[in-house]
């Protein structure tokens, strides 16, 4: 199968691309990156760099790309907070750049479209583990933004005769040491392991009143491997209609219980800091993710914190 794949360069996107290669699809990388930056290409990986906000006519591009069987869109902002203080810039980049891939997605004569969504499209009323069906109440514009991308994805796709599935990804953590990319920006991964290296000296905790075990923010982490697995199955079992699906571990987990992990895996003390909840900020989430097993025959494995905290301690030691 021929797969286009818009953020290939990113975390989750390098982790697919390395997942559908190894699985022996034709995988043709869309980023506004440039190799080398990030990680190198992988052996057989085409590469596109464009801005698809700004990518105007496509004519270029769909003669480069020449065919897709499946278009994967990945390439979005995705910092809630950052979201709260730039909203335009978040449904400006979310928006234009969802609107291009399902442009190319029909020039290029692609026969279904994957979106990659998010959790924080629940709100903080949704119950727990989140199904589907809770209703779709953000409370951050990022959230938002991919709300309405899911919905311009359906309408689109229906409207030009091609499936269409969004794919609502929780937490995700870890990765391959092949592959050797971690997400961008900052996050409590990124904050524990500069403590674990030495380069601060406590981790800040956002919020300590809130209704979980210990009172910190709890959350639904799945290892980014996982969640490569989920896209690839999607694609080859097709048939999704037009649907959203869960894509998290079921294990609830929360900011405290993180920074002991890395406690115990550095073998020292890692002090930390209460702090105001952040705005937009979500007291808990948990995915329910029956529906991933049966439309896609997908079971996630048990999320390893202390791995995933060693993997991107020891790829952040090289930035």
């Known amino acids: 199968m021929r797969v286009v794949v818009t953020g290939g360069l990113g975390y989750v996107g390098s982790h697919l691309v390395h997942t559908l290669l190894a699985a022996g699809h034709q995988v043709a990388t869309v980023d506004i990156s440039t190799p080398g930056v990030r990680r190198e290409l992988f052996r057989g990986e085409e590469f596109l760099q464009t801005d698809l906000v700004r990518a105007g006519d496509l004519s270029a591009?769909?003669?480069?790309?020449?065919?897709?069987?499946?278009?994967?869109?990945?390439?979005?902002?995705?910092?809630?907070?950052?979201?709260?203080?730039?909203?335009?810039?978040?449904y400006e980049v979310n928006g234009v750049a969802t609107l291009t891939a399902l442009e190319l997605a029909r020039r290029l004569g692609a026969r279904g479209f994957v979106f990659a969504s998010s959790a924080a499209v629940y709100g903080p009323d949704a119950r727990l583990p989140i199904r589907e069906d809770e209703p779709t109440t953000p409370n951050n514009p990022y959230g938002w933004s991919k709300l309405m991308g899911e919905r311009v994805v359906a309408d689109v796709c229906a409207a030009n005769g091609l499936e269409s599935l969004s794919l609502r990804m929780f937490n995700l953590i870890g990765g391959d040491p092949a592959v050797g990319v971690v997400p961008r920006g900052g996050g409590l991964f990124a904050a524990v392991t500069e403590a674990m290296a030495g380069r601060r000296d406590t981790v800040v905790v956002y919020g300590d009143n809130f209704p979980t075990k210990d009172g910190a923010a709890s959350r639904?982490?799945?290892?980014?491997?996982?969640?490569?697995?989920?896209?690839?199955?999607?694609?080859?079992?097709?048939?999704?209609?037009?649907?959203?699906?869960?894509?998290?571990?079921?294990?609830?987990?929360?900011?405290?219980?993180?920074?002991?992990?890395?406690?115990?895996?550095?073998g020292k003390p890692l002090g930390a800091e209460a702090a105001p909840a952040r705005p937009g900020e979500l007291a808990q989430s948990l995915a329910a993710i029956d529906k991933a097993a049966e439309l896609l025959g997908w079971r996630p494995g048990r999320a390893d914190i202390p791995a995933a905290l060693a993997y991107e301690h020891q790829v952040r030691q090289r930035l």
């Open 61 to 90: 591009e769909a003669g480069f790309l020449r065919r897709a069987d499946v278009i994967i869109h990945l390439a979005a902002l995705i910092e809630a907070a950052q979201s709260v203080r730039q909203p335009a810039l978040y």
């Open 220 to 266: 639904d982490y799945l290892d980014v491997r996982d969640a490569a697995r989920a896209f690839l199955l999607a694609i080859e079992r097709r048939g999704w209609g037009h649907a959203s699906v869960n894509i998290g571990s079921g294990v609830a987990t929360t900011v405290r219980e993180v920074i002991e992990a890395a406690r115990v895996a550095g």
